[in-house]
């Protein structure tokens, strides 16, 4: 079965920069869209980035221009680089990949890992 699993995560001072990474396993072919997603406390669970297998990405307003999606499809992977960090970006960052097929889209999930910028 297909599972995901997310590193990168930790403490970082506001400003300063971490890197996301995604493995994706059990997989027989390349995700058809992939993303990360956010969900800090008390919050609902966001879109931060989305990217097509053909490599095009999308940003939510809150982290355009300083968080940048790639995906690696001969290695599986897809990365999030976080730049200039904000406090506001504490969360736990999910990583999420989607396959279609005729019966229909199915989407797989990693654990999260967390995030905190401090002030």
């Known amino acids: 079965q297909v599972q995901l699993e997310e590193s990168g995560g930790g403490v970082v001072q506001a400003g300063g920069s971490l890197r996301l990474s995604c493995t994706i396993s059990?997989?027989?072919?390349?995700?058809?869209?992939m993303g990360w997603y956010r969900q800090a406390p008390g919050k609902q669970r966001e879109l931060v980035a989305p990217?097509?297998?053909?490599?095009?990405?999308n940003y939510a307003d809150s982290v355009q221009g300083r968080f940048t999606i790639s995906r690696d499809n001969a290695k599986n992977t897809v990365s999030l680089q976080m730049n200039s960090l904000k406090p506001e970006d504490t969360a736990v960052y999910y990583c999420?990949?989607?396959?279609?097929?005729?019966?229909?889209?199915?989407?797989?999930w990693g654990q999260g890992t967390q995030v905190t910028v401090s002030e």
């Open positions: 059990g997989n027989k072919i390349s995700a058809d869209a």
């Open positions: 999420n990949a989607e396959f279609r097929a005729t019966i229909g889209q199915f989407d797989y």
């Open positions: 990217i097509a297998g053909g490599g095009v990405a």
